[in-house]
């Protein structure tokens, strides 16, 4: 995984430019502002899946696309945060989003536990301990079954005024907005928590901070001399990738309202890899293309072929990973980046002579 | 005590099985440099291959070679068209993981479009009998393994150290930019040797399907403990792959007996040895120390 294109700003800037830069912003807000009221309920739940999906592979691209640390572990964080989420509720009776907050702290712990072993184990051999770990989670959970439920699953439950008395009922997103469904209501919810943990990611990574974990990443030791803390920042960036996906997780189990070892298996932590390598490992919008592509694909494609035939989602999915590191290891975005430099070098070449014909370079 | 031996040398039959998958795993690292974490589901499809040769009314033994012919092609296959292109390992780790996961996904997808999602049920091939060893009852499957697996060993090391192939293959492990400098053909190589593993996987899998039913993710336990024998014994040696199969083996199977946190967990042993390994000596016990230049 070649370097992210931080490219310098086009040297002469027209409001034309501006405003193909803003446009696909207002397209996208559009849409996404009107997607709830346009598909039925069903489709409604299954996008806020998609956001869960996404933010775990916002974590995961922040460890794995930016700072070069591969795991393929992260549907066990995502696991803690839906575990911790339910279990903070159930039995603690802590309030929902207050769940949410708690999640991310307690898998920012297990990151940084996670984190600590990585100083030493690095590239393949870090990708096959996080491997184990996502192979022994499910089994976790049935070990702790006293706590988790184990294979009978955890009913997420508060205490809820139900005909004149205080009852255990399953947990319910109400939607406190006289508009709106309780599907829409989640869905803006989870938007909005969606949108603030890209922008503070992306924040993240163009602040100082963000170009240390880019440093780590292309080379240590080079790193290290310029004066970054290495060990540190690989650490912190362990924690904060997990609590990410573990605020996935927690949202996970709000959506769901129970839990089950099943959901967590080595699997999801593929597809959360699979989000984050399709959409453009190091962009940063190229985990919640990758989440909506890989929804899109097993929600609404894969649903239309006969049942014989689904597991066939499975081989396309593995044959598409494939065939992206062999073609386009940059993913949607770095493909789309490559074509729009030729584009963009193609113009100015015509237009104009001479060095200013230096199109930005993609190397994504 | 008699508890304690029973245990253990169930323990040291599934050990036998690891170290089978193990040595794939080895061959693998040795001559391409990568862990392979599609073993598991290579096995997978060869034993299927097997199964459907054998439910076809062949006998097992011709099945299972058939399985290993066909999982020697899968394997030789896979390496040609997916893991050759993708270039270096350890320069582009990130890409072989991703190539490895596809190929996980991919042939798991293929084995239940092929032949379903419902497990089905295998004979064990040396029976169901025991026999009865200081009072202490042996079931002829996990002595069986035993023998199969040393089998192997005695094969590959004729191969390794007394043909010219191995030779070449040994080459192409240690520099395999000198090796073809001096005219060794070293794709062919590499693929032979995918080949090879995939095929010794075929036998991990078939003395694994009668116990579990045989389904698509007959290997996915069984290969983080295939990983741990290798972790153990050193990513590229083959005597490791053996003795880490047996010592994950037995750990596996008494530790979950005596410590009731293991209970439902057997993998939780393996997990903590592949990280302590990697920790204090990624070298494990029979490997090559890595040293890199800055």
């Given amino acids: 995984m070649s370097a992210t294109v931080t490219t310098g700003a086009s040297s002469h800037r027209s409001p034309g430019d501006w405003a193909l830069k803003v446009a696909p912003w207002l397209v996208l807000f559009v849409i996404l502002a009107i997607v709830p009221f346009q598909f039925p309920s069903f489709r409604v739940e299954q996008i806020c899946f998609w956001m869960t999906l996404a933010i775990a592979a916002c974590g995961l691209n922040l460890l794995t696309g930016y700072n070069g640390q591969i795991s393929v572990g992260h549907g066990a964080l995502f696991g803690i945060g839906a575990y911790t989420t339910g279990i903070l509720i159930t039995e603690f009776g802590v309030p929902l989003f207050g769940a949410t907050v708690a999640s991310a702290v307690v898998c920012f712990a297990a990151g940084i536990l996670i984190g600590l072993p990585a100083l030493r184990i690095k590239g393949l051999y870090l990708a096959l301990v996080t491997l184990a770990v996502a192979t022994l989670f499910p089994l976790l959970l049935e070990q702790f079954s006293a706590i988790t439920g184990g294979s009978g699953g955890l009913q997420i439950t508060s205490p809820q005024l139900y005909r004149g008395e205080m009852r255990e009922r399953p947990i319910r997103l109400e939607s406190p907005v006289a508009g709106l469904e309780n599907d829409q209501w989640k869905y803006f919810v989870f938007l909005g928590i969606t949108v603030v943990i890209f922008i503070l990611s992306r924040n993240l990574i163009k602040s100082r901070v963000g170009r240390s974990l880019v440093a780590v990443r292309d080379n240590e030791v080079a790193a290290e001399s310029s ?29 769901q309202g129970q839990l089950y070892p099943s959901s967590f298996t080595i699997v999801l932590s593929i597809y959360i890899l699979v989000a984050v390598v399709v959409g453009g490992a190091a962009s940063i919008i190229g985990p919640a293309i990758g989440a909506v592509f890989y929804g899109l694909f097993s929600d609404v494609i894969v649903q239309q072929m006969p049942d014989r035939i689904q597991p066939a989602r499975a081989v396309i999915l593995g044959v598409l990973l494939i065939l992206l590191m062999l073609l386009a290891p940059g993913g949607i975005v770095g493909g789309f980046r490559t074509l729009q430099a030729k584009w963009s070098a193609r113009r100015s070449s015509t237009h104009s002579s001479g060095p200013a014909a230096a199109g930005p370079e993609a190397t994504a | 005590m008699r508890d304690f031996l029973q245990i253990l040398l169930v323990g040291i039959g599934d050990g036998a099985v690891y170290a089978m998958l193990g040595l794939g795993l080895v061959v693998i690292y040795r001559s391409t440099g990568l862990l392979n974490f599609a073993q598991g589901e290579m096995a997978m499809f060869s034993t299927f291959i097997v199964w459907t040769m054998w439910s076809l009314g062949l006998p097992m033994w011709l099945a299972i070679l058939g399985g290993m012919a066909g999982g020697f092609c899968v394997g030789a296959l896979v390496h040609q068209v997916a893991v050759r292109p993708v270039g270096d390992p350890h320069e582009k780790p990130l890409a072989v993981v991703i190539v490895t996961i596809g190929l996980f996904l991919g042939l798991n997808g293929a084995a239940q479009l092929i032949w379903g999602t419902l497990d089905r049920s295998m004979p064990p ?39 010219k192939l191995g030779l070449a293959m040994r080459a192409v492990a240690s ?20 080949g090879l593993a995939a095929a010794v996987g075929t036998a991990a899998g078939v003395f694994i399907a009668p116990n579990l039913g ?65 920790l204090f000596r990624p070298e494990g016990l029979f490997g090559k120390k890595q040293v890199t230049r800055v």
Avoid: C
Wanted: aromatic share 10%; hydrophobic share 60%.
């Fill in chain 1, 227 to 255: 004066g970054i803390p290495v060990s540190q920042v690989k650490i912190v960036t362990f924690g904060l990738s997990a609590a990410i996906a573990g605020i996935g997780g927690s949202l996970f189990a709000l959506d």
């Fill in chain 2, 125 to 163: 091939l040396f029976g169901r009998g025991q026999v009865t060893v200081f009072g202490v009852a042996v079931a002829w499957q996990k002595i069986g393994a035993v023998i199969v697996l040393g089998v192997m060993v005695l094969l590959f090391y004729l191969l390794f150290q007394h043909t």
């Fill in chain 2, 175 to 194: 520099n395999s930019e000198s090796a073809s400098l001096v005219g060794i053909p070293v794709p062919r190589l590499l693929m032979l040797g995918w």
């Fill in chain 2, 214 to 278: 045989l389904g698509t993710n007959l290997m996915q336990l069984t290969l983080i403990f295939g990983f741990a024998a290798i972790t153990l014994g050193g990513f590229d040696s083959l005597v490791g792959a053996v003795v880490g199969g047996f010592v994950v083996g037995a750990l596996s199977s008494v530790m979950p007996r005596y410590i009731t946190i293991f209970e439902k967990m057997p993998l939780a042993p393996a997990f903590i040895l592949i990280l302590a390994v990697l």
